[in-house]
């Protein structure tokens, strides 16, 4: 190992090289050799930054390098080649950019534009253009993904199968290539009675938002309000794990016997959910839920009284190989084959709004939470977050007064159109903002709303008016979030106007401690995986 394999330098060489070789296999040796030329922790640098990553995968770019900054960089380095001899580290690169991207607030551009610059003064002309390519996030060389992968498979004796599962389960390529030479990544595989972390949703506000994000057709199943686990079964043997991977077993007996009583393979990990039904079989309040899983004593008792229903809808592993990198199609497939009917998830592939929105009613009146859409082409990706699973929810809305008004711009400019709501305070006498909203009005009610409100006007601001409280607009919202913005601690998060109620007056508006229980009510759900108050699972 010499210093110079570490150097910058020698990384944009073997890039120029890769982007001047045609060749797929070739490139994927020309890695590997790379790759290997590194100590593990450089060479885990070195991946990220080959495809152009600047964070780790899973970390947000909370600060994005903007190009405006990196010009202003280059400007300020002008056409000084290399100043200072000492080369720079691939490691160097990695510290510099996520050091720089910590710069946020008041004079953050300024210290970017310098600590960037003193970077660019330290590179040749051929390392700049290449770490400009980094910051670019486009390097143009066609190493992509799914290449460093291959290449990473070249530094072990795993098949390039087995790579990628464990790239899914780690789900950090740079940690993955570091575990690829020290000859750790075996070690990451996904066996029975090893809970990984379950694969979860993002929210949808609406459906051509899901068709559009899965390329025109979705698989939908019902969101259950129950409790996520996660199914590991060897023989006879069954274990439930939470998502937070807490061994629950022994306090849901009946869903042991019923995954070894209506499940075909011998060996497995199946994904779903857990739910407490009543007599009918009907869903009951999440809470109920919680009442069972987990508990420790008197199980029996609340087995019969509190009995639990367990939905399949994912199959992670069946008689001892992974199945996480099929499609969700084959993987359901798979569960259809395998799981009897009764513990299998419903699920229906909608390519149109109006299909999706028949399953979110037939969801809502069956008792569910709404639905989840999952892109049947999409594998599973252990612990992570993201477009491939949807959720969608019936907004949620309120009654809410307008106490001012902002001057609108571009179309709408001429119109008072941006509209503080509020709610009625905890005392009812005064009005608490909860949120603004320039959505969901026509034309003409813009129109009509900018000479009602004027009439109201009791003080001019730069903005526009602040007025008399009088006008009352229901408002549709799909959360209500935690917020300092706000004096009443509150926030509608999409907010957009529903109907305007000249039929009510400000005395009949929701109140502040109604937007409160909305709140309670969905960080109970959400609690159930982030907050440290509840039960520890
Ligand atoms: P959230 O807790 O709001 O992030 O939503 C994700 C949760 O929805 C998962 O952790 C599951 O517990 C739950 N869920 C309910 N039904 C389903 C389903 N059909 N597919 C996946 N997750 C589901």
Redesign the pocket.
Known sequence: MTEEDESFRAFARVCRLLESTPSRSEKVRIVAQYLRSLTPEAAGTAAMLLIGMTVKEGEKDVAAIGWSAVSSALKAVGNSTLIEHRPLTVAEVWSALNELKKYTGLGSRIRKVRALAALLRRCDDLEKSWLLRVLSGEMRHGVSHGLLLEAASKLTSMMLEEVTVADMLLGDVGELVRRALTGTLKEVRLEVMKPVR??????AYDPSEILSAHGGRTLV????????VQVHCRSCEVRVFT?RLKDVTSSLPEVCDAVRRSVSWSEFII???VVAVDKEGNPLPFQETMRRVGREREIEELASSIPLRF?A??VMLINGSPKIALPLSERRKALESAVDHELL?P?KLCTTRSEIEDVLSLAMRMG??G??A?DPDSRYLPGR?GAK?L?LKPPETLDVVIVAAEWGHGRRSGWLSNYHLAVRDVDGKGYAVVGKTFKGLRDDEFEWMTRRLMGLKTVERPWGIEVKPEVVVEVAFNEVQRSPKYESGYALRFARVTRIREDKGPEDVSTLSEVAAIYRRQSL??G??DSARLPPW
């Open positions: 379950p694969m979860l949703a993002e929210m199943e019902p969101k259950y309000d129950g409790v996520r998502r994904d779903g959910e939905w809808f994912d998830t699920a569910h939470e639905v989840i999952k977050r699973w959720k759900r959400k159930r995986s």
